[in-house]
């Protein structure tokens, strides 16, 4: 029997988190530097894409859901072209954008099929007023029928309780891919949705499957 694939076109979701960009350069390698021993890549290929929050975004969009994410960005070339990628995707992107700050970006330097490097310019936003977020995203929920949080800890969900809580007095249910020790934040939320290395940094070190999955 064939499982039951949900209809994500009836979906609408809130995308609440940390948006990036994620930028990879591609191309050969065959020498290594005089000045130091690293390989010379000659790029050939540059590919962007919508990254941590955003990319959340992307997969829910290409399962066929109706998406508006939220997130903080710097006022740079970064954002517009983040907000132009999601754009030509029909995911509805409201950047709060803010004058001398960065938008959170990863480079990827690649050759021959591997990764040789990631350079990641980032610096938290010191200057964000959370409540400008917390505006937004309240005035979304009626829009949506299910909200995601996707927290990296770059700042731009450094009130997510409250969020939580205006989601649950609506009744919206609170998915949260969580980041850190600190699972005490998330409380109120539906569901969590941690990898294996995020679950054991809370609950400690699981070395045999059977203890996973009686924890």
Same mark, same amino acid.
């Given at each position: ?8 076109? !009836?979906?609408?979701?809130? &995308? ?23 390989? &010379? ?15 959340v975004a992307v997969n829910i969009a290409t399962l066929g859901g109706q998406v508006?994410? @939220?997130?903080? %960005?710097?006022?740079?070339?970064? %954002? ?10 029909? &995911? %509805? ?10 938008? &959170?970006?990863?480079?990827?330097? @690649?050759?021959?099929? !591997? !990764? ?11 200057? $964000? ?5 917390? =505006?937004? $995203?309240? *005035? ?23 969020l939580i809580a205006a989601a649950r007095a609506v009744g919206r249910p609170v ?7 600190? $699972?005490?934040?998330?409380?109120? *939320? ?8 995020? $679950? =054991? ?7 045999? *499957?059977?203890?996973? @999955?009686?924890?």
């Amino acid at each position: 029997m064939k499982p039951q694939i949900p209809r994500f076109e !009836q979906a609408r979701i809130l &995308i609440a988190g940390d948006v990036m960009l994620d930028r990879y350069w591609h191309g050969p390698s065959s020498r290594i530097s005089p000045e130091a021993p690293v390989p &010379i890549v000659k790029v050939e290929e540059v590919e962007e894409r919508p990254g941590g929050a955003a990319n959340v975004a992307v997969n829910i969009a290409t399962l066929g859901g109706q998406v508006r994410v @939220l997130g903080v %960005a710097g006022a740079d070339e970064a %954002a517009s072209l983040l907000e132009a990628k999601l754009h030509r995707l029909g &995911i %509805a992107s409201d950047l709060i954008r803010l004058p001398g700050q960065a938008t &959170i970006a990863k480079l990827r330097v @690649l050759s021959r099929n !591997q !990764q040789l490097l990631r350079l990641d310019f980032e610096d938290g936003f010191p200057d $964000f007023e959370p409540a400008a977020l917390h =505006e937004r $995203f309240t *005035a979304s929920l009626p829009d949506c029928n299910v909200v995601v949080l996707s927290d990296y800890q770059k700042g731009a969900l450094r009130r997510i309780e409250a969020l939580i809580a205006a989601a649950r007095a609506v009744g919206r249910p609170v998915l949260v891919d969580p980041k850190g020790r600190d $699972f005490d934040r998330y409380r109120g *939320a539906t569901l969590l949705t941690p990898n294996l290395a995020e $679950f =054991e940094t809370v609950a400690g070190s699981a070395h045999r *499957a059977c203890l996973l @999955l009686s924890t």
